[in-house]
């Protein structure tokens, strides 16, 4: 993150004698980004964090994809599929390139440890609550909440009740567009958002154990993803303090400050993240256009380089009226294909003061593959109903 947050307990200088009660010496932990060339924490554990008692295979059972193929646009119910089990070991494939592995999951179980050390994660709670812990201390997360999770931090997902989560796991990092900060990283003020806005662990977790597994997604040969299962010496929750730059953060939908004009605003005044390959936008509660002959919906587009997923989680969305799309939807528009309101859409939509709508949009850079979950869960007439 760009900027730089001290939890627990620390000495005054880095790399230096900091001891435990007993009189040995805190292990410390650095963990960075890019070698060591950008954004780092250190860590005080009070065990070593490389004592490992075991390493065996974890089967990740990936589900293979496929093109979009005829090309056409798509609207898939993830709501219709099975509920139950954890966050990690129970998230659904939706759609994934070389870039964004997009996942959805319904559960109510405590996942295991876990680390991906393939790039960052982005939860986001579509509904219910829960307690993320990680390395450097616990978040509590709930409905409108996006989690970044930066890569190969281990942490668990306990939910409070049924929770369904969007999420979004990168082949780099996930950050506020650089648009948004100053060259040192600061939030400049025409950011949608600002560092008063996110939330990120306030205290020290430390948890007791002895041969604690942890499972880890990590890269295998050429890009593929494959999984090992840890068992730890002792429990790595156990850092008494740490300070850095990098670590998990909470930012929610609901302190998203729109920009809005007196013409239609593009999906880029929206935009809330960036990750390698694919950029993530919050479309919230808005005022919308005030030219007087201005249409507030959206124009007809061609995103030529881009696929534009879109996720309906609150409100009424104007444009998709009469399509299908309802809350907890899916809809992804191609590149190949124009794509924009249902017909009607724009008439109806003159003269309107505000839009209730919400929704997560994924805009990638490279063709998104349908996985089976997908497909099981796609409405097969959406693609026609422009020409009902």
Not at 8 to 14: N, S, T
Not at 49 to 62: F, G, K, M, V
């Amino acid at each position: 993150m760009p900027f730089y947050r001290q939890v627990g307990e620390i000495p005054p200088k880095r790399h230096t004698q900091f001891r435990q009660p007993d009189g040995s010496l805190y292990a410390e932990e650095l963990m960075g980004e890019e070698g060591f060339s950008s954004d780092s924490s250190l860590l005080y554990h009070r065990h070593l964090p490389t004592a490992i008692r075991a390493s065996q295979p974890w089967d990740l059972a990936e589900v293979t994809t496929t093109p979009n193929h005829p090309l056409k646009p798509r609207h898939f119910q993830p709501h219709k599929l099975a509920a139950g089990g954890d966050a990690v070991r129970d998230r659904h494939l939706l759609l994934s390139n070389p870039d964004v592995r997009i996942n959805y999951a319904a559960v109510t179980n405590a996942s295991p440890l876990y680390r991906n050390a393939t790039g960052d994660e982005c939860l986001y709670v579509e509904s219910g609550s829960a307690t993320v812990e990680t390395t450097f201390g616990a978040l509590d997360i709930s409905k409108g909440d996006y989690l970044v999770i930066p890569m190969s931090i281990i942490y668990r997902v306990v939910p409070h009740e049924e929770l369904r989560l969007l999420i979004i796991e990168a082949s780099g990092h996930i950050g506020p567009p650089n648009r948004y900060l100053s060259k040192r990283g600061q939030f400049l003020e025409h950011s949608p958002y600002c560092e008063r806005d996110l939330r990120s662990p306030s205290e020290p977790l430390l948890v007791d154990g002895e041969d604690v597994e942890v499972y880890v997604r990590h890269r295998g040969a050429a890009g593929a993803h494959v999984g090992t299962k840890f068992t730890f010496a002792n429990h790595p929750f156990d850092v008494v303090g740490w300070d850095g730059c990098m670590y998990p953060w909470v930012f929610s939908i609901y302190d998203f400050e729109p920009i809005t004009g007196r013409i239609h605003q593009p999906p880029p005044a929206h935009q809330t993240f960036a990750g390698p390959g694919f950029v993530v936008c919050s479309f919230v509660p808005r005022k919308v256009d005030y030219h007087p002959d201005a249409v507030p919906v959206p124009y007809n587009h061609h995103n030529v380089d881009s696929e534009e997923l879109m996720f309906y989680v609150g409100g009424d969305y104007e444009a998709r009226k009469g399509s299908g799309i309802r809350l907890g939807s899916m809809s992804l528009h191609p590149g190949g294909f124009t794509h924009g309101p249902q017909p009607g859409a724009a008439e109806a939509s003159l003269g309107a003061e505000k839009f209730d709508e919400m929704a997560v949009m994924i805009d990638t850079f490279r063709p998104l593959q349908l996985a089976q979950p997908a497909q099981e869960c796609e409405d097969p007439d959406y693609a026609w109903t422009w020409a009902q």
